[in-house]
């Protein structure tokens, strides 16, 4: 079965303090492809981040960095100095070529970032 | 410059009476998606074009159709909505060949039924 888990459902934090955001992602297909979008209020998905599963080199992009560790099928993502902006919902994502390219989403992390 | 637009942002309609979303691109992707979701969910597939061929998800209700009249354009036409309807409906392209590639978002309608 495929499935991607973001098992924290709300996460609280105060301007400048780091956070984490965790997803655990199933499937048996060698070859896939993970996914980051955040959704503010607006509504609109915006995509962070694409890494296949043959490059588990991380990554790093401003105060945003993910760290991909097949070994424990993991794909989190970490903010640094937390903005009041930031302040959204982060939903983690899993392609597979054999799904007929279909996305499996979590079901999201609501961050807060009180200034 | 908006690469993935749809309109309305905001949609009012009354139960049972027909609505028509619609969403355009300037990618030239291949791949158009059509996304259902409702309050603190994920968004759920309800259908997609591959070009013209429609991929309809198993548990997409008959209630909702699509038309692809060309590459740019998409529609969803939702043709006896009810109360369990009203959610936020979310237009994505991608540009698909030998692997997937990064889905886009448009800013989606947000549809109330009254």
């Known amino acids: 079965a495929q499935k991607v888990t973001q098992a924290q459902t709300e996460i609280s934090v105060v301007e400048k303090e780091d956070v984490t955001l965790d997803c655990v992602y199933e499937?048996?297909?060698?070859?896939?492809?993970l996914f980051w979008y955040k959704q503010p209020p607006s509504g609109e998905l915006v995509f962070l981040i694409r890494?296949?599963?043959?490059?588990?080199q991380n990554e790093i992009s401003g105060r945003y960095s993910w760290n991909f560790q097949k070994s424990t099928s993991s794909f989190n993502f970490t903010i640094t100095a937390s903005q009041v902006v930031d302040s959204a919902v982060y939903f983690c994502?899993?392609?597979?070529?054999?799904?007929?390219?279909?996305?499996?989403f979590g079901a999201g992390t609501r961050l807060f970032v009180k200034a | 410059d908006a690469m993935v637009i749809q309109n309305p942002r905001y949609q009012v309609t009354q139960f049972g009476k027909p609505v028509t979303l619609s969403c355009s691109q300037t990618?030239?992707?291949?791949?158009m998606y059509w996304y259902q979701q409702k309050s603190s969910q994920a968004p759920k597939l309800l259908f997609h074009y591959y070009d013209k061929d429609f991929n309809n998800e198993a548990d997409t209700p008959d209630n909702f159709q699509s038309r692809r009249p060309n590459t740019s354009f998409c529609f969803l036409d939702i043709r006896s909505p009810g109360l369990g309807d009203a959610a936020m409906y979310l237009c994505?392209?991608?540009?698909?060949?030998?692997?997937?590639?990064?889905?886009?978002f448009g800013p989606g309608t947000r549809l109330t039924v009254l």
């Open positions: 990618l030239n992707h291949n791949v």
């Open positions: 994502a899993l392609i597979r070529p054999a799904g007929g390219f279909k996305t499996i």
């Open positions: 994505a392209t991608s540009r698909v060949s030998s692997a997937p590639d990064t889905q886009y």
């Open positions: 499937t048996r297909d060698t070859t896939y492809y």
């Open positions: 890494r296949n599963s043959f490059d588990e």
